[in-house]
């Protein structure tokens, strides 16, 4: 079965901090992965990742893909108290074109 | 605002009620998703309608139901609602099969 897992599942640090984000997945005929945030309410897109080794990077967010190892992380720098949210992790596969979805990172900024 | 219009906001209903939560996608996307999510189980896929048609199901119970109209639009139909159906409803949209969704704000559905 097709499975997504993102570590930690939560996260307390200080503002200014580095963070890594991790998402390992178990899929077939992987095509591309995801990164999300979600604040309140709607997830919003981050970053898109298909090919291994090459970083996306907006800001003080940035992502790599490790196609061998079956991984991603999501990093950010100066961590700042906006950054605050779920970070989401989802892979999309050739088979149905579906989005398999990991549980999340809560990640908490403290000032 | 990211295109995609959800309404209601918020429902709260009673356990044996039926709903309906309705989606219009943003202009020029064909795909409409419907997601819940609730605490304790992420984002589960529920539906996928690409241009009127049902492209994909999830993990849709049999008392759920959706379409997609003419205009793009869906709805999502759930009926002989329980307690543990309380959840926030998504509704995303994408031009085809790309995988870059954009949300909604969602609809959070309280059953009582």
């Known amino acids: 079965e097709d499975k997504v897992v993102q570590s930690p599942l939560s996260l307390v640090v200080h503002e200014g901090d580095t963070v890594t984000l991790n998402c390992s997945y178990e899929v077939t005929n992987f095509r591309s992965l995801l990164w999300y945030k979600q604040e309140k309410k709607a997830p919003t897109f981050l970053f898109m990742l298909t090919s291994s080794g090459i970083e996306k990077k907006s800001g003080r967010l940035s992502s790599i893909l490790d196609k061998k190892e079956l991984f991603s992380i999501l990093n950010i720098t100066a961590t700042q108290t906006g950054d605050s949210a779920i970070y989401l992790c989802?892979?999309?596969?050739?088979?149905?074109?579906?989005?398999?979805w990991g549980a999340g990172t809560k990640l908490i900024i403290k000032p | 605002d990211s295109g995609v219009t959800q309404t209601p906001k918020h429902l709260i209903t009673a356990t044996g009620q039926r709903v309906t939560l309705r989606c219009s996608p943003r202009?020029?996307?064909?795909?409409v998703y419907w997601y819940q999510q609730s605490l304790d189980q992420g984002l589960q896929f529920l539906i996928q309608y690409y241009n009127g048609e049902e492209r994909a199901k999830g993990n849709i119970l049999e008392r759920f139901s959706a379409q997609q109209f003419p205009d793009l639009h869906s709805e999502l139909n759930l009926s002989s609602l329980e307690l543990g159906d309380s959840a926030l409803y998504f509704c995303?949209?994408?031009?085809?099969?790309?995988?870059?969704?954009?949300f909604g704000s969602g609809t959070r559905l309280t059953v009582v």
């Open positions: 995303a949209s994408s031009v085809g099969v790309y995988p870059h969704y954009t």
């Open positions: 202009s020029g996307d064909l795909s």
């Open positions: 989802a892979v999309q596969t050739d088979s149905n074109y579906q989005l398999i």
